[in-house]
């Protein structure tokens, strides 16, 4: 049973910065792709990035030089650095895991809301 748990949303100020991370649990996390997506109010989940299993990373861009997306194996982690935070980051920031085979699985999700 595979599990991902995102952590880290909260409410910041434009130009400040967040952490977000997401733990899996019950799978072979080095061989996965893990991904950050996002889902704005009213508007379609969208890709922020993607990093593989040996550290290749994708980044749309609306985040690039301003996101950064990290992976710590040892602890089954993937992480989200965010800075210079934009009112249009504002969403529910979900995890995605896929693993070899195509199997594919989704954390539940952690707001970050950027406001004055």
């Known amino acids: 049973q595979v599990q991902l748990v995102e952590s880290g949303g909260g409410l910041v100020q434009p130009g400040g910065s967040l952490r977000l991370s997401c733990a899996a649990s019950?799978?072979?996390?080095?061989?996965?792709?893990m991904g950050w997506y996002r889902q704005a109010p009213g508007k379609e989940r969208e890709l922020v990035t993607v990093i593989t299993g040996g550290g290749s990373t994708n980044y749309a861009d609306s985040v690039k030089d301003r996101f950064t997306i990290s992976r710590d194996n040892a602890k089954n982690t993937v992480y989200l650095q965010m800075n210079s935070l934009k009112f249009e980051d504002t969403a529910v920031y979900y995890c995605n895991m896929v693993l070899p085979g195509a199997r594919e699985y989704w954390g539940k999700g952690t707001l970050v809301t950027v406001s004055t």
């Open positions: 019950g799978t072979i996390f080095r061989f996965s792709v």
